[in-house]
């Protein structure tokens, strides 16, 4: 019986000893691996089967589930549909909720409607076209005259100024920040603007310091230059003519600029910063009527002219006070008509008031 009993203490002894040699040999090790599964394509659509490995770790084409607005049957993609939910608002209040982005409201009632607003820099956008909505000027008459400031009084300052004669006062001046699309209130011209149309109302910055000029017209004489520092403005010695339909600046640099007074006249005048003076240049090759501009092309000797009322267009050099006459613009422009420079590029751009839509370069 003893003997029995130590046989079997000394095989579980040996059995013991060889677990542990098992689990402390410097010889044993533990195994791991990494396994990836790809999947580029559903299009095979829902299944209850179980993608195993190795045999579809690769080209597996079925799922689970998706929401109905998934859409996974082309092969390699998967794609949200649209969802399409309408909101009326019945008031004016609750149309005017919420924020816009490039958006404003036009009207009021069941009139209102929703505009887009597109770049200031490229109100026609030629990639596509046709012009885009800008944010509504807070006043327009017939009267209206605007001229750019760009890089002043600081560096990446892009302005636009106006004057409108459709305010109560009929003195209103604001300017429009191109990169916030915002308006803003200016001190008011020192004279009321005439109402009506072509009344020579006219705006000029020299593309440096720090003065805007501005023509009364109306049939005045008056002449008056604005502080964008100061917000101030100032009069000037008077042109020596009556400004009214046809009355039109121009500058090339600071030092001078050019004026027409219209009326039907060939009356053209050179200003002189430094003496406020006023001096007779040579006249343009015929009458200036209503609906006539001039502008300065940013670089250059020549002043560019349109006669208003026609489709006839001349050029004018600073340097030999001479008038050459160019190709006729491909419409009549009339009251209301604008020439002018984007502030880069080759070309002038010209649209022809009355009402219409003409527009061309």
Not at 77 to 89: E, F, G, K, N, P
Not at 138 to 146: E, G, Q, Y
Not at 174 to 192: G, M, V, Y
Request: glycine share 10%; proline share 4%.
């Amino acid at each position: 019986m003893s003997r029995k009993r130590v046989g079997k203490f000394g095989l579980l002894f040996i059995v013991s000893i060889g677990v542990l040699l098992l689990f402390f040999s410097p010889d044993a090790s533990v195994q791991q691996a990494n396994y990836s599964f790809l999947q580029t394509d559903w299009s095979s659509g829902t299944s209850t089967d179980t993608g195993v490995h190795p045999t579809n770790q690769t080209g597996w084409q079925k799922y689970t589930s998706k929401d109905d607005n998934i859409n996974a049957t082309f092969p390699g993609r998967i794609m949200m549909s649209t969802v399409t939910t309408q909101v009326a608002d019945d008031t004016d209040t609750d149309f005017g909720n919420g924020t816009l982005s490039d958006l404003q409201i036009v009207g009021t009632g069941a009139a209102a409607e929703l505009e887009s607003i597109g770049s200031v820099l490229d109100p026609f956008y030629s990639t596509l076209g046709h012009w885009t909505n800008q944010r509504h000027m807070p006043t327009l008459d017939d009267s209206s005259a605007f001229t750019r400031v760009k890089d002043y009084p600081s560096a990446g300052n892009n302005f636009i100024y106006a004057l409108w004669s459709g305010w109560s006062t009929r003195t209103a001046f604001a300017k429009f920040d191109i990169s916030t699309n915002e308006w803003t209130f200016l001190e008011d011209f020192p004279a009321h603007i005439s109402d009506g149309w072509g009344q020579g109302t006219s705006l000029c910055y020299p593309n440096g310091g720090d003065y805007i000029y501005a023509l009364r017209g109306s049939w005045t004489k008056d002449f008056y230059r604005y502080s964008i520092t100061d917000d101030t403005w100032e009069k000037l010695l008077d042109i020596p003519e009556y400004v009214n339909f046809g009355g039109a600046l121009a500058a090339k640099d600071e030092t001078t600029l050019f004026a027409t007074v219209g009326r039907e006249t060939t009356y053209f005048y050179k200003y002189t910063v430094s003496t406020n003076l006023w001096n007779q240049a040579q006249t343009p090759p015929w009458n200036i009527r209503e609906g006539a501009n001039l502008v300065y092309p940013g670089s250059g000797d020549y002043i560019y002219c349109n006669r208003g009322d026609y489709n006839t267009f001349a050029k004018y050099h600073v340097g030999s006070n001479s008038w050459s006459t160019l190709g006729n613009v491909p419409f009549n422009m009339e009251y209301g008509a604008s020439l002018g420079y984007p502030g880069e590029g080759d070309y002038i751009y010209a649209t022809n008031g009355t009402g219409g839509v003409s527009f061309a370069r």
